[in-house]
């Protein structure tokens, strides 16, 4: 290799993607191709990335499998930051395969840290969890050491557990600044704030006030009865009731929870309800009947009683009833959790990753769109979406995740 190839790779190593075109901005060479492609991604230029670094796979002989594969590894990493989830994981693998054939362990690593990365992106954290375990950071140089323990405090975060994530902060940030590129730097900062932002709306007693994530793990491990509004389930210590699929029931305990340990009205049961501004006899029998399925459900550790205005929610034991509510309430605000992420996302990368239709996320998106909190560009297949984060919220509860007593 010669020498302006090897000042230009340790260029974009050192997170220099201008250093780097200076020296090969006007070659044509494979090794030159997929480099300029690596600069033209960290210039945020992925469209022409692509087909920079696709150029050059198609021009390395048969004899370059490796070099070949490192390009294919440089497009996953492009389609990962440019939320293209449905960008083949086979081909990764395969690349992956054939770098631990050849001994470039350094890359093969890399290419398994993009697979971690994506699950962790569509909340499969058990296989991610099981698939990181393979790699020993210890091995790798200190960006991949930064991105081992990025995922590692996004797991955590996801799985409401605070302390393992700070510690993988910390590891990430003084794996950074070895490294000494601003902008994983920036990465790991950015990761950091979460923690320090606030998560989630506690609702209690007639109040409200705003937690913290690691407030809401030491919610989660106390003797409370915590109606979970992220989730849509209702829990207690280890016990969890799921409401996911039962919209009327999952309004009927948040009323009820909101109200303790008050009482709530019949007829304001109904509108919780059944959104119904007119309340008439079936009305009521509908409310009888559901409240009978809501009060088996929690009959462990609540009962549901009747009132002369209506029912009344009450614990046993004398515990505590909350409601953990998002920092801001508002229509589609899943599709905005990940949009608030930075990155600029297709409609059918987030249909994925929220692992329901493109259509469903397409109208939710036309209602954002309207609204003027989410703003798009490209036409069809390469139309994305963005939008500017939420100010002084974190979004990470909102992310799908195995529920934290999984």
């Known amino acids: ?165 700070r510690e993988a902060l910390g590891r990430a940030q003084q794996a950074a600044h070895q490294a000494r590129i601003p902008a994983l730097m920036a990465e790991v900062e950015n990761a950091s704030r979460i923690l320090d932002t606030p998560a989630a709306r506690l609702i ?76 008439d006899e079936s009305h009521r029998a509908r409310l009888r009947v559901e409240i009978g399925r809501i009060r088996r459900l929690l009959r462990n550790f609540a009962e549901i009683r009747a009132t002369k205005q209506g029912f009344a929610l009450v614990p046993q034991r004398g515990r505590e009833i909350v409601v953990l509510a998002r920092p801001v309430e508002e229509q589609h605000a899943d599709v905005l959790a990940f949009l608030t992420d930075g990155e600029s996302w297709s409609s059918s990368a987030l249909a994925l990753a929220l692992r329901t239709s493109q259509r469903s996320v397409q109208r939710a998106l036309d209602s954002l769109a309207s609204e003027g909190k989410v703003q798009s560009f490209g036409r069809a297949r390469s139309r994305r979406w963005i939008t500017p984060p939420v100010p002084g919220f974190t979004t990470i509860l909102l992310l799908p995740a195995p529920l934290p007593l999984d």
């Open 204 to 279: 209690a007693r007639g109040g409200e006030r705003l937690l913290l994530l690691e407030e809401v793990e030491a919610l989660f491990a106390s003797r409370a009865i915590v109606v979970d509004a992220f989730r849509n389930v209702v829990r207690h210590g280890n016990t969890t009731v799921s409401l996911a699929t039962r919209p009327v029931l999952f309004a009927l305990a948040r009323a009820l929870a909101e109200a303790w340990p008050g009482d709530v009205a019949r007829d304001m049961l109904v509108a919780r309800a059944f959104e119904s501004k007119f309340v």
């Open 1 to 165: 290799m010669d020498s302006l190839i090897t000042a230009a790779a340790r260029a974009l190593a050192a997170g220099d993607p201008l250093g780097a075109l200076k020296r090969v901005a006007l070659r044509d060479d494979p090794p030159a191709l997929a480099l300029r492609g690596t600069a033209m991604a960290q210039l945020g230029d992925f469209a022409r990335a692509k087909e920079l670094l696709r150029k050059a796979a198609r021009a390395f002989g048969p004899k370059e499998a490796v070099s070949r594969a490192r390009c294919i590894v440089a497009e996953a990493e492009i389609a990962l930051a440019s939320r293209d989830l449905t960008w083949p994981a086979k081909l990764l693998d395969s690349a992956r395969s054939t770098l631990e054939a050849h001994g470039d362990r350094l890359n093969a690593g890399f290419a398994r840290y993009l697979e971690v990365r994506r699950l962790l992106l569509v909340g499969r954290l058990d296989e991610a969890e099981r698939r990181l375990a393979d790699l020993d950071p210890k091995l790798f140089p200190p960006a991949s050491r930064t991105f081992h323990e990025l995922v590692v405090a996004g797991i955590a975060m996801r799985r409401v557990r605070t302390q393992p994530a």
